[in-house]
């Protein structure tokens, strides 16, 4: 997975799949890509589990056979997490400017000025 995911390659890497989308697209909940995240801070790959015990030696064994071996993997895992959580961060961040500005922009193009909820005569004695 590492190797094929590099640049030219014809494999498309790891894709971190949620109910709402593939977390790298920015197509899950910032809550969802923030548990993930936080989940990967402390990987060990070393420590993965498989349904079968063949499999996981095999897995484990073609790891091991990789250039940097698990560490390299775990890096792999935390990298693509980390770009997972970089691209919901700036869809969110987008979406947010684009709110922002759709709300101003409407208050603004009222003009008239924005209503006082409490009046002075209202207000609790603490609050003056």
Known sequence: ?????????????????TATGVLQEGCAGTDVAVRVAERARDLDTRSAGASKEADRQMIHALIEQMEGGF????????????????????????????????????????GRPLPTLLSRQTMPSGSR
Not at 1 to 17: D, E, H, M, Y
């Open 71 to 110: 560490d390299a993997m775990n890096d792999f895992v935390r990298e693509t997490i980390c770009r997972a959580l970089e691209a919901s961060h700036e869809q969110y961040e987008q979406a947010f400017r684009g709110l922002i500005g759709d709300l101003t922009s409407r208050v603004a193009a009222a």
């Open 1 to 17: 997975t590492i190797l094929l995911s590099r640049p030219g390659a014809p494999f498309q890497g790891l894709f971190l799949c």
